[in-house]
């Protein structure tokens, strides 16, 4: 069984929406079939829910009105037949008396505002699998909220999800597609929850890592993982393979094309990824698996709103325990240091929340000398396969890097990852330098 995610744009248009049809039902292969909320509808309606938090309930049943007219004129498009808009006229008017429903209940809390923004998920997959039904597809639609949950941690809780799904997808075995909604959950109280923005790449592969799928495959509107940011840099291309390490990196490190999640529970099980274009199904895309070819270098991103922390010990040479001491206080206030870089008697780290950054100084300054943070720095990430018994990679780097001054470097951390801290005002410079140095054939 493979599964297969569809983002928002894929699925915004009534267009679209034919396509992906004609592309899910392309070959014999079962699939269970996540989608995102069509394009916009996330954003509009958490605008709604900022107009209920601030009792400003005309402009709310305002953009109510407009959200509506826009689905049901995309449903008069997307049917053909009179039952078909009839079906799709129904489940439109279910989902938005429902989220006028929300308006009158006060106060209007969190718990409310992802009610209502879990409508998106459940207008789009509704209104899809209906569609798949008036073109006479075998299909069913099966309900996240019934097997994805996340704990207390927000963390979600793929042992159940998995025993959830053991015992529902049996009961539709006669049936080829099986549509779900991306990014919606329940939390432990049994409430409508999510997985944060762009969460729906995550469900799929908290759903194919539980099944353990054949494939889980992302469908975006670009072809794939580009080796560099398409944005800064002229002459990117899309990377054929990737591991899951060095895609987990990217992610991460501002390839925006996938959650940084999304790796993890695909990496868990051994199910590949394969990130596709639903403009064009035909070019391969990327594949993100245990192993890839031997090429060097993969891939470069960088990460912007970077601040680099300078810590030196007042306790001197061969003192044990001060990573520790310095890490605690991280912990303590929940801030993840994403680069690291130490000499016998002092640390540099970088953060990019800074939120707590007052109280995690106060607290190393009575063990450390600190010095002036630096801020507004961007993290240079180089993926590849720079296993300890490739020679070159770091000269390879460096040389192409000789003109743009370096703050921090980190090496080894991984046998795929080399990252450099840079100010941001040499970034596109950088990205430049690497994809020239790199790349060029
Ligand atoms: N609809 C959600 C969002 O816009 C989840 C997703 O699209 O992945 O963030
Ligand atoms: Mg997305």
């Given at each position: 069984m493979h599964v297969w995610k569809f983002g928002g744009t894929s699925v915004g248009k009534p267009e679209r929406m034919h396509s992906i049809r004609n592309l899910i039902t392309g070959d014999d292969t079962r699939k269970i079939v996540v989608l995102s909320a069509l394009s916009g509808s996330t954003n509009a309606l958490l605008a709604i829910g900022e107009s209920l938090k601030a009792n400003n309930d005309d402009e709310a049943n305002r953009q109510i009105d407009t959200l509506k007219a826009h689905y049901d004129s995309f449903i008069s498009d997307l049917y053909k037949t009179a039952e078909g808009k009839a079906a799709g006229q129904q489940i439109v008017d279910n989902e938005f008396s429902f989220i006028r429903s929300?308006?009158?209940?006060?106060?209007?809390t969190l718990k409310q505002e992802k009610e209502l923004v879990a409508e998106g998920e459940l207008l789009s997959t509704q209104i899809f699998q209906a569609y798949l039904a008036e073109e006479g597809v075998p299909s069913t639609l099966l309900p996240a909220l019934e097997f994805m949950r996340i704990d207390a941690?927000?963390?979600?809780?793929i042992q159940y999800t998995e025993q959830r799904l053991a015992e529902m997808l049996p009961q539709h075995d006669d049936k080829q597609i099986i549509v779900t909604q991306g990014f919606i959950c329940r939390n432990p109280r049994g409430e409508v929850d999510n997985l944060?923005?762009?969460?729906s790449d995550y469900t799929a592969s908290l759903i194919g890592g539980a099944i353990r799928a054949e494939e889980i495959q992302i469908w975006t509107d670009?072809?794939?993982?580009?080796?560099?940011d398409p944005r800064i840099v002229k002459n990117t291309f899309p990377v054929r393979e990737l591991t899951f390490d060095e895609a987990a990196e990217l992610a991460y490190f501002g390839a925006k094309i996938l959650h940084p999640s999304t790796i993890t529970p695909a990496r868990m099980f051994g199910v590949p990824v394969r990130l596709k274009n639903t403009m064009d199904p035909a070019a391969p895309g990327t594949l993100i698996a245990d192993r890839t070819s031997d090429q060097v270098f993969k891939a470069v991103a960088a990460k912007d709103g970077i601040t680099a922390l300078y810590i030196h010990s007042t306790r001197m040479l061969n003192a044990y325990g001060f990573l520790r001491r310095i890490f605690e206080i991280f912990e303590k206030y929940k801030t993840p240091v994403d680069m690291l870089a130490t000499s016998e008697v002092s640390v540099s780290v970088t953060i990019d929340?800074?939120?707590r950054i007052q109280e995690i100084s106060e607290e190393l300054s009575t063990f450390c000398n600190l010095e002036e943070p630096d801020y507004d720095q961007t993290i240079i990430c180089i993926v590849g396969n720079?296993?300890?018994?490739?020679?070159g990679v770091a000269v390879r780097v460096f040389n192409a890097m000789k003109n743009i001054p370096i703050r921090m470097i980190s090496y080894g951390g991984t046998e795929s990852n080399l990252s450099l801290l840079v100010h941001s005002r040499y970034k596109a410079h950088a990205l430049n330098a690497l994809n020239d140095g790199l790349f060029s054939l």
């Open positions: 929300l308006t009158r209940i006060k106060p209007f941690d927000n963390e979600p809780e944060k923005r762009g969460g670009i072809d794939g993982m580009h080796n560099n929340n800074t939120e720079f296993s300890a018994d490739n020679e």
